[in-house]
């Protein structure tokens, strides 16, 4: 049975919460990759950076609807997605469109199980780490790959 570690992409581009949304945008037309992991200076996880977390800051504001009733102001939607869509479109770092809660697998995961994973989250990366130290990663590509041997 195939796992993680015979079939991952040990060569992988990341970056770091620090790394510019400008210098992001260009990574990405460079390395002609779609997602990249965020790591600190020892290599562990931090987080996952897409190209969708980086086109998002270019989506029209959605004014969130509200009531008001005397002194309240009553929002019929959710202030927090409204802060979260504001903060992701005035972000000039990486650490500000990340996203930390990352799904993972470890080296010895059965290939199984990281497509069950994929299909799950709806995910086409997933970070393979030892004690939060990332090792490489398995893509969709990577999977591809594995059928033909």
């Known amino acids: 049975m195939l796992k993680a570690?015979?079939?991952?992409?040990?060569?992988?581009?990341t970056v770091s919460m620090e790394t510019s949304v400008?210098?992001?945008?260009?990574?990405?037309?460079?390395t002609k990759v779609s997602a990249m992991p965020v790591v600190d200076d020892e290599g562990m996880l931090q987080g996952i950076v897409t190209e969708t977390d980086l086109v998002s800051q270019d989506q029209a504001l959605h004014i969130p609807t509200v009531v008001s009733l005397f002194d309240w102001v009553v929002y019929l939607e959710s202030e927090d997605r409204f802060a979260e869509q504001v903060r992701k479109m005035t972000a000039r770092l990486v650490q500000e469109i990340c996203t930390r809660d990352v799904a993972t697998c470890t080296p010895d995961a059965p290939v199984s199980e990281i497509v069950s994973l994929m299909l799950d989250k709806g995910i086409h990366m997933v970070p393979v780490v030892d004690k939060g130290k990332l090792l490489g990663v398995v893509a969709r590509l990577d999977i591809i790959r594995s059928m033909e041997l």
């Open 5 to 13: 570690r015979d079939i991952m992409t040990v060569d992988v581009h």
């Open 22 to 30: 400008e210098e992001l945008a260009r990574l990405f037309v460079k």
